[in-house]
């Protein structure tokens, strides 16, 4: 690898991958064709991105069957990526952590993705019925058999992190979780403390604090999403006070609004990872700008006043 050609990087909880700031999420990506997937993996990895987020349920498996034809026409090679999956929804159905469903879920994202082994695999969402010491046994053969190399979460609080965490020998290294300058709960509620207003109220249950004390890497999705599943607020008419302070600061360090979101999300000292979810050429590399943007206190503050907040 050329390391001029990477943004900065981060350690991916105690493991000694570097990994970039941004990773490409490729949610959306059978919506592509082979050749169009490989031109937007290559462009990611020409543009810093070394990190690929998958999860079995994505398109019904065809995302990850698109990426693994991709990577056949591609100049990356699998050992310069970092390729996650993750697993344990059956949509409209159930979740399910069962030992024989999450080696099953592993076994299909391998064959999709075309690879040999995981980088890491995370349980996607927490499933109520989940018997840690189940969950403890997939882990224990997955990491055995040389499938996957680390385990996570994704949209678990402390104690659910914490219950499966007490039953695996494996550190539990990742964390995702939404996070955007107008999704910013985890922020809020931490600065409302002690306060009857509706930001006070404990959605996640400290999971920012808790996730840096661990050491537990957040991985921040939907960057450029507001409310759940609502859209876009990157050039929405909705928020015109947001979009000038974002085009504002675009200009003053030369990139993208997107450039200055995702940076927004990085200058947080919690050493989080921006997962983007677009899959156009141009949109990758604006975004990917934005991790070697340096934001001030006071520009991150700035922003997240023009998002509608206020100091209580």
């Known amino acids: 690898m050329e390391e001029e050609k990477y943004m900065k990087q981060r350690y991916i909880g105690e493991t000694s991958w570097e990994a970039s700031a941004v990773a490409l999420g490729i949610m959306r990506m059978n919506a592509l064709t082979s050749d169009q997937a ?31 034809e991709a990577m056949k026409k591609t100049s990356v090679n699998r050992g310069d990526l970092y390729i996650q999956s993750k697993g344990g929804i059956v949509p409209g159905v159930r979740y399910d952590f069962s030992k024989q ?9 391998l064959e999709r993705l075309g690879v040999d082994y995981l980088d890491s695999f995370l349980l996607h969402r927490p499933d109520p019925l989940m018997e840690p010491e ?16 680390h385990f996570g979460v994704s949209n678990f609080n402390p104690q659910q992190y914490l219950m499966v ?15 955007s300058i107008m ?5 809020d509620f931490g600065m409302h403390t002690n306060m009857a207003d509706t930001r006070s109220i404990n959605h996640d249950g400290d999971i920012l604090e808790f996730s840096r004390r661990m050491g537990v890497t957040i991985q921040a999705w939907s960057p450029f999403q507001y409310g759940m599943f609502q859209g876009v607020f990157i050039d ?6 947001l979009n000038k302070k974002l085009e504002e600061l675009a200009g003053k360090y030369g990139v993208s609004k997107n450039g200055i979101a995702t940076a927004w999300i990085l ?27 340096d934001l001030t206190k006071q520009e991150w503050y700035d922003i997240y006043f023009a998002a509608g907040n206020d100091l209580p």
Do not use: C
């Open 236 to 241: 929405n008419d909705k928020f015109p006070e």
């Open 183 to 187: 999704h910013s709960g985890m922020v």
């Open 101 to 109: 469903h999450l080696l099953d879920a592993v076994d299909g994202s």
């Open 267 to 293: 200058r947080h000292p919690a050493n989080m990872q921006v997962v983007i979810g677009t899959m156009n050429p141009e949109h990758i590399a604006d975004s990917a700008k934005g991790a070697d943007i």
């Open 165 to 179: 965490q007490e039953a695996v020998d494996q550190r539990l290294i990742i964390n995702q979780l939404q996070f």
């Open 134 to 149: 189940e969950i403890a046994e997939a882990f224990d053969e997955l990491q055995k058999s040389g499938k996957v190399r």
């Open 38 to 68: 490989a031109k937007s993996i290559d462009t990611a990895f020409d543009n810093g991105i070394n990190f690929i987020d998958a999860a079995d349920i994505y398109g019904d498996g065809d995302s990850e069957k698109t990426f693994g």
